[in-house]
Structure formats: structure tokens, C-alpha cells
């Protein structure tokens, strides 16, 4: 799949440059010609000599070489390869993507390039979960920057957490996907995922106790597979996953129409806490308290958005999960469920206060088929995401 390719590896300031030797070096066991671009804080780490000895290349490092400038370097540079990937891609250089910014090099080529660009991230856990850095991860996922990682663990500077870069074996997978590897590979997977916050008045609303951690996982690991992936998110406590189209909504009628305007799929994956009921007289100015008085609210059902899309007829996707979050006769509940609103699977899961799994880092899964029930082991979410990402791999084949 690789052989041929050519792939333009930024090399960022970072302990973990290292790797990027040894992702050079099975990039070119695949037949891949890297071009190696090392910025200045990269060469702290690793050489320039070590760089082009594995790539057999030149090492680009500085914006304006003379010679390579006369012909516009830059920009056959940016353009010339198939695929971009920044190996470690700090904070920094995040940063100047998000930001559009083009004051080296590095960041120059980012700004000037029209091919895709996979980032495999690298920096302290605290700079990391820092909301300037989530802010960028949002940004360039909603640009289509792909990424792999960060992965959780021990770190150089002692701490432990997200942060440490992807192996170089995960980001050559990653690379493979980028060019339509994976099982997945030329499918395109709808999932919803997070609360639905209905208005009362402008400064209250009706919702869900969802955190978006599930859908957020699922969602990452059919991208992870190589499939097109399209996130419906409500107003969700967790960031959208990056390498997925984002659609942010609020309330149930907007996600609803999200959700058609996203047809066609092959699949689709409903894990969103859509509000049942919305209030139809919502105020359009805030509601005052009175003494001794309460506001009426005249509530409606919202639509079953599953339920609809379950039986679009011809225009259904070919696999259709639900989910169902119970408190009681969770088989009994879930299964009657799945007959009525005609999805072709069900995770249901108890979410009663002593589980602690509603809003918490673990689920335990009951999967509901026509077939039956199986419970699944309690495991954390990325588990359940990634053990239902390849039964619908193996589904949608």
C-alpha cells in the first residue's frame, strides 16, 4: 500500500524526536521516500546527519535557502509530497497551525500545503490538557489535521498521563489509513454522541447527565479503522475526537437534521442523550421568579431520531446501532427497545447512581440482537468503543 508514496515528515522540538528515526527507518522498510524537514529545536535532539543518513535525503531546516528559495523551495516542498506528517508535533507547532501562522520553515509548509497533514503529538501532560492546547486540537480536527495519539504513560519530565507520542508503528498505521487503509477504508460512519440541552428561557434548559465520553470513543476508534467518520455532537463535556468531520449542536431538532443532512452512511452509531421531551413554550427572555408562583411548562416529545433513521427504507444505513441507558430490567427494557425502534443492535447499559458508569471512564455493555443478549465485561470506554468498531467492521466487510 505505501510503496511509492512520498511522505514530508516535520520533525518537532521534542525528547521524543528520537522516535522519528525509527519511524523514518520503517516508513523505508515500506517502500516510502521520506523527505525529512528538522526545525531548530528538533536539531537539539537529533542531527541532521542521522536524519538524512536513514532518510537518504537532504535535511531541509531553514525557510530561506537561497538556491531553494530562487524556485520557490517551499512550496514544491509543501506540495511535492502525498502526505504530511509532524513527528513530534509540539505544542507549539500546533499552536502556529491553529493559528495560520508561517514564521519558519516548518510552519511555513504547513500553511502552504494542499495534502493532508497527520500529526502524532508529543508534550508535557499539563501543556497537553491545557485549553489553549484542546482549543487548537479542536481547531485544526475541524480543519481536517489527522492525528494518532497522544498515548498515556510515563514521561520524561516524570509525570504521567496523555502526552507521549504515538510509537512509530501506531503512526505508520495511521499513515496507512490516511491512504485508505483499514477495514473501514472507504466506509462513512455517522455517530451521535453527548447531551441535548433543551431552553426553557435563555439561560435554562432541560438535558441529559451525559458526558460524550462513549460517543467521543466510538467515534475515534471506526476513525481509527479507516473510516469516514461524521460526529454529531451535543454541548458535550469531552472534545470532539480529532481526524473526524464535527457537527456541534444543541437541542434535539437541530441534531435531528444534522443527522439527515449526514445521509448517506453505511453505518450509523446513535450514542447520544437526546432529551425525550423539549419544552414548546420556551421563553424567549428569562423567566422571573415569583413568589408563591410557578412557571407552567407545556412540554412535547422530541423526535426519536433512531427510531426515524432505523426505518428510512431504502435510504437506511446498512447497520443501525442504538444505545439505552436503564435503571431497571435492563435486558427486558433494552430489548423491547430494539424491536420498537427497529435498530439492528442495542448496547444498553445500567446507569443507576451505583454503578457509577453514567458520566464515569467504564461501561458495562448487555449487546441486544435479534439473536439475544451478551453482556460484555466491564472495561473502560475506549475498550467498549474499540471491541464495537471492529464488530462493525466485520459487519459492514
Not at 528538533?42 to 535535511?59: D, H, N, R
Not at 435510504?315 to 430494539?338: S, Y
Not at 453514567?358 to 443478549?373: K, P, Q, S, Y
Amino acid at each position: 500500500m505505501l510503496a511509492g508514496r512520498h511522505v514530508l515528515l516535520i520533525i518537532g522540538g521534542g525528547i521524543a524526536a528520537y522516535k522519528a528515526l525509527e519511524l523514518i527507518r520503517r516508513l523505508k522498510e515500506r517502500g516510502v521516500e521520506v523527505t525529512p524537514v528538522l526545525t531548530r529545536s528538533g536539531a537539539e535532539f537529533v542531527t541532521p546527519l542521522s536524519v538524512s543518513a536513514l532518510a537518504g535525503k537532504k535535511v531541509f531546516t531553514e525557510l530561506f535557502d537561497l538556491t531553494a528559495e530562487a524556485e520557490m523551495g517551499h512550496i514544491e516542498l509543501s506540495r511535492a509530497a502525498d502526505l504530511v506528517v509532524v513527528a513530534p508535533a509540539t505544542a507549539d507547532l500546533m499552536a502556529k497551525m491553529a493559528a495560520g501562522l508561517a514564521g519558519d520553515l516548518a510552519s511555513t509548509l504547513l500553511l502552504a500545503t494542499d495534502k493532508r497533514v497527520l500529526l502524532a503529538p508529543a508534550m508535557n501532560v499539563r501543556m497537553w490538557e491545557h485549553p489553549a492546547t484542546q482549543r487548537n486540537v479542536r481547531t485544526l480536527a475541524a480543519d481536517g489535521i489527522l492525528s494518532v495519539g497522544p498515548n498515556k504513560g510515563d514521561m520524561a519530565c516524570r509525570e504521567f498521563g496523555p502526552g507521549r507520542m504515538a510509537e512509530p508503528m501506531e503512526i505508520v498505521a495511521a499513515v496507512e489509513r490516511a491512504f485508505g487503509g483499514g477495514p473501514l477504508a472507504g466506509r462513512r460512519v455517522l455517530v451521535t454522541s453527548g447531551p441535548t440541552h433543551e431552553p426553557i428561557d435563555p439561560v435554562r434548559y432541560i438535558a441529559n447527565r451525559s458526558s460524550g465520553a462513549q460517543g467521543t470513543a466510538i467515534a475515534r476508534a471506526l476513525a481509527d479503522l479507516g473510516a469516514e467518520v461524521v460526529f454529531v455532537t451535543g454541548p458535550a463535556e469531552v472534545s470532539p475526537p480529532p481526524g473526524v468531520e464535527v457537527v456541534a449542536v444543541e437541542t434535539a431538532e437541530e441534531m435531528r437534521a444534522a443527522v439527515h443532512d449526514a445521509l448517506p452512511v453505511d453505518g450509523a452509531v446513535f450514542a447520544a442523550a437526546v432529551a425525550d421531551w423539549r419544552v414548546a413554550n420556551a421563553s424567549g427572555s428569562k423567566m422571573k421568579k415569583t413568589a408563591g408562583a410557578l412557571p407552567e411548562l407545556e412540554l412535547t416529545q422530541n423526535p426519536d431520531i433512531l427510531a426515524e433513521i432505523a426505518g428510512l427504507g431504502s435510504d437506511r444505513p446498512a447497520l443501525v446501532v442504538g444505545f439505552a441507558a436503564e435503571t431497571d430490567d435492563v435486558v427486558a427494557n433494552a430489548t423491547a427497545k430494539r424491536r420498537r425502534k427497529g435498530c439492528d443492535w442495542l448496547l444498553a447499559n445500567d446507569v443507576s447512581p451505583a454503578t457509577g458508569i453514567m458520566g464515569g471512564t467504564e461501561n458495562r455493555i448487555t449487546f441486544i440482537t435479534e439473536d439475544g443478549a451478551e453482556d460484555w465485561p466491564r472495561e473502560g470506554k475506549d475498550a467498549v468503543a474499540r471491541r464495537l468498531a471492529g464488530m462493525m467492521a466485520e459487519a459492514l466487510a
